[in-house]
């Protein structure tokens, strides 16, 4: 998709929401159905079933995916979903491109042998490998405002309130 296609897309939607902001706020979803008999939790991703269960590193026989990876393969994602539609919007031309999301998790907290240890990852890196010819000022923006616009990263950096409850019958 080139800037053209990608601002006839958006064109609409932004005067829209610039005109009536409430139309902007949307909630999404995310649901999974808990297996206990596999200590796993099956997720419709819309286009296939992914099974999360315990990583090896905290007692899973790495049979199921990872839902740690699967946070950082979500990042990924979005990153460079983002990235690719700021390069159409800059007319930075990408032939082919991969971005790595990698993150440091010490399984000490999760397991609950120290209660000081971190549940959680307490670094992200995200890396961007990318063919292209654009300049090096123009990747700084690029970089910058694939950052900016990235909803999962954003979401993991700005730390949103979250809620918990069990319904139970």
Not at 57 to 67: K, M, T, Y
Not at 101 to 122: N, Y
Request: hydrophobic share 40%.
């Amino acid at each position: 998709m080139n800037a053209q296609q990608l601002r006839e897309r958006q064109s609409p939607l932004k005067a829209k929401y610039k005109d009536e902001p409430g139309s902007a706020k949307r909630v999404l979803h995310g649901e999974g159905v808990l297996v206990p008999e596999n200590l796993s939790c099956r997720v419709d991703m819309g286009f296939g079933v992914a099974e999360a269960g315990l990583h090896p590193a905290a007692g899973g026989d790495g049979s199921w995916a990872c839902s740690g990876d699967m946070l950082l393969q979500t990042l990924a994602a979005c990153a460079g979903v983002t990235m690719t539609a700021v390069a159409a919007a800059m007319e930075i031309h990408i032939e082919s491109g991969a971005v790595r999301a990698e993150g440091d998790l010490d399984f000490r907290g999760t397991l609950g042998v120290d209660r000081t240890a971190p549940v959680g990852f307490t670094g992200i890196r995200l890396f961007f490998d990318l063919k292209t010819d654009a300049a090096p000022d123009q990747l700084e923006t690029l970089l910058k405002l694939t950052e900016r616009y990235c909803v999962v990263l954003q979401t993991l950096q700005g730390g949103p309130a979250i809620s918990s409850e069990i319904n139970a019958g």
